[in-house]
């Protein structure tokens, strides 16, 4: 019997954690098979709602935020890039100097879930940010990405020009807030079991599967 789960995952496209934790789920459905079949679903989540459209340098940010030195800032993002390629994704340390606002992509991401290419544009989202060092809070940036995930980049523009999808977003930010949620990625399935951080593909496979096992008595 094939299982559904409908599985909501919070996250920010400035969170290297969240790519490698999407990047781990989708390889935990893939090793799973037919027997589950998966609803996902993108819900928003910022990592830095204040920051400045100009962004801020990557090493003061941490500094500021985390109280990291520049040494373990650097331990830090090698562990990152070696978990994200152990996922096939692919992390430039080099290229990425700083931290942007993201307001505007999950604008877009919103939009991107009713033509049926969310997905696909937070795919693009991440490498556009991790592996190309692009700026996500970038207007021509974003329009770029959505053409090439085959969104209309004029409704696109318009969006973004606009104060569209951005009451949609604040209510999605403030509802998994208020419901415990402070920390990204969250991955909720089934509006009722959370598995939180960017877990291995073997920690999300055997979730995966006691759930929808569970979901089956």
Same mark, same amino acid.
């Given at each position: ?21 999407? !990047? ?52 830090? =993002? ?28 999950? =604008? ?46 004029? =409704? ?22 208020? !419901? ?28 995966? =599967? ?8």
């Amino acid at each position: 019997m094939t299982s559904r789960l409908k599985i909501d995952f919070v996250s920010d496209v400035s969170c290297p954690w969240c790519a490698i934790g999407l !990047n781990a789920l989708e390889r935990a459905l893939d090793q799973i098979g037919p027997d589950i079949k998966a609803d996902l679903h993108f819900q928003p989540f910022e990592l830095n709602p204040q920051m400045v459209p100009e962004g801020q340098d990557i090493n003061e940010h941490l500094a500021q935020k985390y109280g990291s030195t520049p040494e373990q800032s650097a331990r830090n =993002r090698e562990g990152i890039r070696a978990r994200g390629e152990e996922v096939g994704f692919k992390f430039s340390m080099d290229k990425r100097g700083r931290i942007y606002n993201t307001f505007d992509a999950h =604008r877009l991401l919103h939009w991107a879930a009713e033509e049926g290419k969310q997905r696909d544009l937070k795919h693009a989202l991440f490498k556009a940010y991790f592996t190309d060092g692009e700026n996500p809070g970038d207007h021509d940036l974003l329009l770029k990405v959505a053409g090439e995930v085959g969104l209309d980049t004029e =409704r696109a523009r318009a969006i973004l020009a606009s104060d569209e999808y951005a009451s949609d977003v604040r209510q999605a930010e403030l509802f998994y807030q208020q !419901n415990g949620i402070h920390a990204v990625p969250a991955v909720i399935i089934n509006d009722r079991h959370l598995i939180q951080g960017g877990q291995p593909v073997e920690v999300f496979e055997q979730a995966l =599967r006691q759930i929808a096992a569970g979901s089956q008595d």
